[in-house]
């Protein structure tokens, strides 16, 4: 099988200005060597095709793949880790992991709080606080957490 390799590369970025907490949740080369070795041990062809930067033209000159594994976080919006599966829906390509609905859901830490609730699963009492103003009506319980709505690796 023929298995594309989407990611973000974190020393691409940190070359090109980006800070370390900009780049914490992306990869390290020896990440992506790890997981090319995994799938041609397999038996697996793999093609390293990078970021949704590097996607974009390869899907435009025709370039397919049977398989993207695709490891993408994107930089910026409450959608960015679900542009490199929507990209590959519409191409019709598969894909591993979750799909852009998923993906865009779940990184929207209030948004998947107001899902999980309403489905009456058991989850502790939330807050969205879109700015300091609306600190001072939030009524929890302490002890609180408190994390940015839409980060991931532990920020918060």
């Keep these: 099988m023929l298995i594309g390799m989407t990611y973000d590369l974190r020393s691409d970025y940190l070359a090109a200005g980006y800070g370390e907490e900009e780049t914490a949740e992306f990869d390290r080369e020896s990440t992506i060597a790890a997981i090319d070795a995994a799938l041609r041990n397999m038996g697996h062809e793999t093609v390293p095709i990078g970021n949704f930067m590097g996607l974009m033209p390869r899907l435009l000159a025709g370039e397919r793949w049977d398989l993207v594994f695709n490891i993408c ?29 998923v993906l865009a859901l779940t990184l929207h830490k209030g948004m998947s709080k107001h899902v999980v609730r309403d ?38």
């Design 73 to 101: 976080e994107g930089l910026y919006g409450f959608g960015r880790e679900a542009l490199v599966p929507a990209l590959l829906e519409a191409h019709r390509i598969p894909y591993v992991f979750s799909d852009p609905l």
């Design 119 to 156: 489905l009456g699963i058991p989850t502790p009492a939330f807050a969205v606080v879109q700015s300091m103003a609306d600190v001072a009506a939030v009524a929890l319980p302490y002890p609180v957490f408190a994390k940015p709505v839409a980060e991931g690796t532990g920020k918060g």
